[in-house]
């Protein structure tokens, strides 16, 4: 899952310097009407939401503009205080030179109003919002390492480089100084990193270190001293790395084909859930996604519903008990500049905020 640490962090910073804007305004705070929270869960699904282009939702990202961005089977779609747009016909690919294609793996925001989708088949294609020239570019092999994009992960606050991960290694691209329309693209392959199947990235906002979860292990580069470092889990937990996010302590959580390990590079410290190990409370299927609250609480999607890690407490969401979620293989999962989580699966999407949600 992408970057919901740093992009909350700028939205609370944004809605404190909100705050004092409107207090020196012409209104009083007496005056302002804030609306009462909705329903603890909303669901959108084909049937409910027309505007919504499939049900199959294979990536979830909040920008800083407050838009959620959603990609699905049939293009991708974006949420923002309760509009809906979709982009179809730009993300059309043919892989097999015949049959157009919409199917979109992950979207990433990226420095600069840029926004950058990865297929399944037809590479990356980029949108530069209210640019007057190359408002999309596609990239494709040679340029990038393969036509199938697993995951996308953008520095939204130094260089604005991109990192593009794919079952054949790791492309960089670095914006042109000059001319945000160029830049320069740099690949990765093993044994830089530990695999060339690499699944999953995330960028740690407290030091703006780059992270890659592989088939077998994960690495970290650091544009600081430009050196790569891997790290290898010990055998008994060693899988597929399907998804990765930070906490604000610093904290790496993987989502794996088997269970789930945190990682503190600083502290050194380890931690690995399994289905054995939590007494069952995690489910034995795959992990898909994780994504936290920057704190305490964290979120797993899994092939046996929504598992929510709360300090110590585990609570699992599944159709039977929560029959709001559309489906119990969670897929993607994103926080909103609201504190909502959106929750992707294979039959629709579902909101969830405890205190109501709000938009």
């Known amino acids: 899952m992408k970057r919901p640490g740093y992009f909350l962090l700028r939205t609370i910073l944004g809605s404190v310097l909100g705050g004092a804007f409107i207090l020196a305004g012409c ?10 929270p909705g329903p603890a869960w909303i669901t959108f699904t084909e049937t409910t939401t027309p505007q ?6 294979n990536s979830l990202n909040a920008d800083q503009s407050g838009r959620v961005w959603i990609g699905t089977d049939s293009g991708a779609n974006y949420f923002q205080r309760g509009t809906w747009g979709r982009i179809r016909d730009s993300l059309r690919y043919s892989p097999d030179g015949v049959q157009s294609r919409y199917k979109v793996n992950y979207i990433e925001t990226g420095k600069g109003a840029t926004i950058w989708f990865g ?6 294609k980029r949108f530069r919002e209210g640019a007057t020239r190359a408002v999309w570019t596609t990239y494709n092999v040679p340029t990038i390492t393969y036509y199938n994009v697993q995951s996308i992960s953008a520095d939204k606050v130094v260089n604005g480089d991109v990192w593009v991960s794919t079952t054949f290694g790791i492309s960089r691209f670095i914006p042109s100084l000059n001319d945000p329309e160029f830049g320069t693209w740099l690949t990765y392959t093993a044994p830089t990193i530990p695999s060339n199947q690499v699944y999953a990235s995330a960028i740690n906002f407290n030091d703006n270190t780059v992270w890659f979860g592989t088939q077998d292990g994960f690495a970290m580069y650091d544009d600081r001293v430009s050196d790569w470092t891997a790290f290898t889990l010990p055998t008994q937990y060693n899988y597929k790395i399907n998804s990765m996010t930070f906490d604000r302590a610093g904290t790496l959580w993987m989502a794996k084909l088997v269970g789930v390990t945190s990682f503190n590079k600083e502290l050194s410290e380890w931690k690995h859930y399994t289905n054995t190990n939590t007494g069952g409370k995690l489910p034995a299927g795959e992990i898909h996604a994780v994504t936290t609250d920057l704190g305490s609480v964290r979120w797993f999607g899994t092939d046996q519903g929504l598992v929510r890690l709360s300090d110590t407490t585990w609570t699992t969401f599944t159709t039977s008990t929560t029959p709001e979620l559309p489906d119990n293989s969670v897929t993607a999962l994103v926080y909103d500049s609201r504190g909502n989580l959106w929750i ?6 579902a909101i969830f905020n405890e205190e109501g949600t709000r938009f």
Not at 52 to 57: P, R, T, V
Not at 344 to 349: H, L, M, R, S
């Open 344 to 349: 992707g699966t294979n039959k629709g999407i």
């Open 27 to 36: 209104k009083k705070t007496s005056d302002l009407v804030i609306p009462p």
């Open 52 to 57: 919504l282009l499939d049900d199959k939702i």
């Open 119 to 124: 297929l399944d088949g037809g590479g990356v």
